[in-house]
């Protein structure tokens, strides 16, 4: 699997497994052969932000680097 396939299914299970509610708004259509490009997931930001350095944690375990980390109201 190419590697943002790992990290896409490795944000899903995270998603999943904290039971953090999500919605998949684009760009995942044709996953898992090909992204059309950014994938856009709304999700419960008060959940995600309670476990957020798991997830990081996750990526760092994969040598996965965070380039920019920002944080916004929305």
Known sequence: MKKVGAIFNTV???LHETQIK???VRNFENYPESFTGDIDIY???K???RCISNLESRFAENN???FLKT???W
């Open 12 to 14: 899903l299970d995270f």
């Open 64 to 66: 996965w680097n965070i």
């Open 71 to 73: 944080d916004r109201p």
């Open 43 to 45: 999700v419960d930001l």
């Open 22 to 24: 999500y919605y998949l």
């Open 47 to 49: 959940m995600l932000k």
